[in-house]
């Protein structure tokens, strides 16, 4: 099964719509909006993981319990790997951006000693907004970030813990599973 671990993030009411909606209206066809109850932040993605080794993979996430419940605040929005051949729209933190980093690094950690094998890009803190596929004028990418950015001016979303959640992919879309939840 396909797993992966997220900070336990509460979005606002409507704020996940509104992104999706505004990432279609700007970005056009190219873009799929990450459906309202898809809208994460990964903290470590540890791909296939046979039944047998879930428990280990959940019993990792207890680094990060007690560690302190803490605010992030959205900052830019970008793509990934570039603006020039975008593949994903994300908004990116500011304040909080640390602690997540922080959160991550210990989870990878504890995930490592326990013999799993991660990616070895740097974390990056994001929501993931929208998947594209084909191009994107670069005027409109510019002002899916710049909507992206406007909505979310002003908001904070509180973090509370992380979950390891399996993830099963399907043509409308992946549907996520909670395995496990600790609190910070």
């Known amino acids: 099964m396909r797993v992966f671990a997220a900070a336990a993030m509460e979005l606002p009411p409507g704020l996940p719509e509104a992104l999706a909606r ?26 296939e993981v046979p039944p ?6 959940g019993a990792c996430l207890d680094a990060l319990s007690g560690s302190g419940t803490f605010t992030a605040v959205p900052g830019e929005a970008g793509f990934f790997p570039s603006p020039e051949k975008p593949r994903v729209f994300w908004l990116g933190f500011g ?5 997540l980093a922080e959160a991550a690094a ?8 326990e013999g799993f094998v991660l990616e070895e890009r740097p974390f990056v803190p994001h929501l993931t ?3 594209l596929k084909g191009s994107v004028p670069a005027a409109a990418a510019g002002k899916a970030a710049a909507a992206a950015v406007s909505l979310c001016r002003g908001m904070s979303f509180p973090v509370s813990g992380a979950v390891l959640f399996s993830s099963a992919l399907s043509p409308d879309g992946p549907r996520y599973s909670q395995l496990k939840r600790v609190e910070f």
């Open 95 to 99: 304040a909080g951006a640390e602690r």
């Open 52 to 57: 047998g080794r879930v428990g280990a993979a």
């Open 106 to 113: 210990r989870l990878s950690a504890a995930l490592r000693g």
């Open 22 to 47: 505004s990432a279609r209206l700007e970005l056009g066809p190219a873009a799929r909006p990450v459906g309202p109850g898809g809208m994460h932040l990964t903290l470590a993605f540890l791909g």
């Open 129 to 131: 907004l929208a998947r």
